[in-house]
């Protein structure tokens, strides 16, 4: 699948075109290989879309990941080392979620 459509920022502008392929190639132009880790919290995050209709920015991603899966991967050290610079920015993206708001 080569013909992705994506907005100006690199988020997949027909959430439904998403799929485990669509997220390895996603994920490869932020230059990340993902794990089975990186496969837990793009889960949590899908679930967390599914039920507020949103991505969470920053804070709530980390509290949900915490609530979720526990204090050790629901902080932003764990976080970031998964997903660099902006966390809750790169996994929506790498999910198929549209852009968090409030995320600069």
């Known amino acids: 699948m080569t013909d992705l459509i994506l907005d100006q920022d690199g988020y997949l502008k027909d959430l439904t075109h998403w799929s485990p392929e669509v997220a390895r190639i996603l994920a490869r132009q932020q230059n990340i290989e993902l794990s089975e880790a990186h496969w837990e919290i793009i889960g949590c995050l899908q679930d967390f879309y599914h039920q507020y209709e949103h991505a969470p920015s920053q804070r709530p991603f980390v509290k949900h990941i915490a609530n ?37």
């Open 68 to 104: 979720t899966l526990g204090k050790e991967k629901g902080n932003s050290i764990y976080l970031m080392q998964l997903f660099p610079e902006s966390p809750a920015k790169v996994a929506a993206l790498i999910a198929g979620l549209p852009r968090p708001t409030h995320c600069f």
